[in-house]
């Protein structure tokens, strides 16, 4: 079975530019979250979708950044524009089960703002 | 004052030693605790899930002590792959579920 595989692994951009991740989560995991590590820190809550819907977003830093899961397989993530402060590394994880069950993350997307 | 505290350590130990780890939390409507192992530049991994009552997997062993918001893990026999960072998860119902990870904890296990 497939885990959860997240795209690209590693992106550089410029300041100002837009870049979006994209997370698949194991086939079958109706609840989909997004993380951000920043160097130094610890792993930060971003957002959790059930399936289409979000149910908790509470984590998101600004309006520059943008999830989306529609049709409540895969999601997105997007940065526009892009700041020097959202470098970091983006986790992925889902589950099937959110209150007990296990969550299983991606290898993370590495963003670089320059 | 953070939501989850971890000492970072580093905790250097000889192979075969017994290390524990404490976590703290700050909100008591806090619902499901975890450990979850970090290696160098991986992706997180849950090590194993935190009761009340306290639960066991081989050489680790956790505990719940909800009235002073503290969890622990302790490593038996520590091995030479036990080597990693060990982060304290909190999860709080808000509705969704809120994801609160502890800084880690990073611990060296050597020959």
């Known amino acids: 079975e497939a885990g959860v595989t997240q795209f690209p692994s590693h992106s550089v951009i410029e300041k100002g530019q837009t870049v979006t991740l994209r997370c698949d989560p194991i086939?079958?995991?109706?609840?989909l979250y997004w993380y951000r590590r920043v160097m130094g820190k610890e792993i930060k809550f971003l957002l959790h979708f059930v399936k289409e819907s979000k149910q908790d977003e509470s984590g998101m830093p600004n309006n520059r950044f943008l999830a989306e899961r529609t049709g409540g397989t895969y999601s997105t993530l997007k940065v526009q524009p892009a700041e020097l402060e959202d470098s970091g590394v983006y986790f992925c994880?889902?589950?099937?089960?959110?209150?007990?069950?296990?969550?299983?993350f991606g290898e993370g997307s590495r963003l670089t703002v320059l | 004052r953070k939501e989850v505290e971890q000492d970072p350590g580093p905790f250097n130990v000889p192979e075969g030693a017994t290390v524990a780890f404490n976590c703290t939390y700050s909100?008591?409507?806090?619902?499901?605790f975890f450990w979850y192992r970090q290696d160098c530049r991986k992706e997180p991994k849950l090590l194993m899930s935190?009761?009340?009552s306290g639960n066991e997997d081989g050489r680790f062993t956790a505990q719940l002590n909800r009235a002073s918001q503290y969890i622990s893990l302790l490593i038996r026999d520590s091995k030479l792959s036990d080597s990693a960072t060990y982060l304290c998860?909190?999860?709080?119902?808000?509705?969704?579920?809120?994801?609160?990870f502890g800084a880690g904890t990073r611990l060296f296990v050597k020959a």
């Open positions: 086939s079958g995991h109706d609840n």
């Open positions: 909100n008591s409507a806090s619902q499901s």
């Open positions: 998860v909190v999860i709080l119902n808000t509705g969704g579920f809120k994801t609160i």
């Open positions: 935190v009761y009340s």
């Open positions: 994880a889902s589950s099937q089960d959110r209150n007990t069950g296990e969550l299983f």
